[in-house]
Antibody
Framework: QVQLKESGPGLVQPSQTLSLTCTVS????????VHWVRQPPGKGLEWMGR???????SYNSALKSRLSISRDTSKNQVFLKMNSLQTDDTGTYYC??????????WGQGVMVTVSS | DIQMTQSPSSLPASLGERVTISCRAS??????LNWYQQKPDGTIKPLIY???NLQSGVPSRFSGSGSGTDYSLTISSLEPEDFAMYYC?????????FGGGTKLELK
């Protein structure tokens, strides 16, 4: 069945780089788009960026200068890297699959705390 | 970017009650409106796509409607598992954007 699972460090120091991995199963990254969405504690969902099925990427304009999304199709993984982290980057980070009918599968999320 | 505004932000309700959550877009989105449920453990579940279509496995007590800029999610008779956060999301225009959320809580 379709699954997505985020992984990465739970704690990152301010000004450092966040690296997260979304490992997918049950579908091919060359057939579906995968997005990253984050959620600060107690707040709403914010779209971050997208890896398209053809390898193209798109980013939230507010994060574009700090954000990079890539993939390894042989490992069924999508990667998120975001530099110059600040405390307001603390939150839960989700990857989700995009279908014609919205975001149809979500990972469980990974909590990231930015603190020294 | 299209702004999505949900109301109310908090909705106290009782078991068995019928409730409606509203979502307004800053411009017309041609029914490209989806709804999601988030439980306290963070799990996000898709509920409705393209305004009124139930995702697989979603109970029929959930329904969606709307057009143009105004959309709504209705739960006909609240069950205990329905108390959660709800988010609307538009995908009419890139980038996709979410509403601020509605917390459905037990009165």
């Amino acid at each position: 069945q379709v699954q997505l699972k985020e992984s990465g460090p739970g704690l990152v120091q301010p000004s450092q780089t966040l690296s997260l991995t979304c490992t997918v199963s049950g579908f091919s990254l060359t057939s579906y788009n995968v997005h990253w969405v984050r959620q600060p504690p107690g707040k709403g969902l914010e779209w971050m960026g997208r890896m398209r099925y053809n390898g193209d990427t798109s980013y939230n304009s507010a994060l574009k200068s700090r954000l990079s999304i890539s993939r390894d199709t042989s490992k069924n993984q999508v990667f998120l890297k975001m530099n110059s982290l600040q405390t307001d980057d603390t939150g839960t980070y989700y990857c989700t699959r995009d279908e014609d009918w919205g975001f149809d599968y979500w990972g469980q999320g990974v909590m990231v705390t930015v603190s020294s | 970017d299209i702004q999505m505004t949900q109301s109310p932000s908090s909705l106290p309700a009782s078991l068995g009650e019928r409730v409606t959550i509203s979502c307004r877009a800053s411009q017309g989105i041609s029914n490209n409106l989806n709804w999601y449920q988030q439980k306290p453990d963070g799990t996000i579940k898709p509920l409705i796509y393209y305004t009124s279509n139930l995702q697989s496995g979603v109970p029929s007590r959930f329904s969606g409607s709307g057009s143009g800029t105004d959309y709504s999610l209705t739960i006909s008779s609240l069950e205990p598992e329905d108390f959660a956060m709800y988010y609307c999301q538009q995908d009419a225009s890139f980038p996709p954007t979410f509403g601020g959320g509605t917390k459905l809580e037990l009165k």
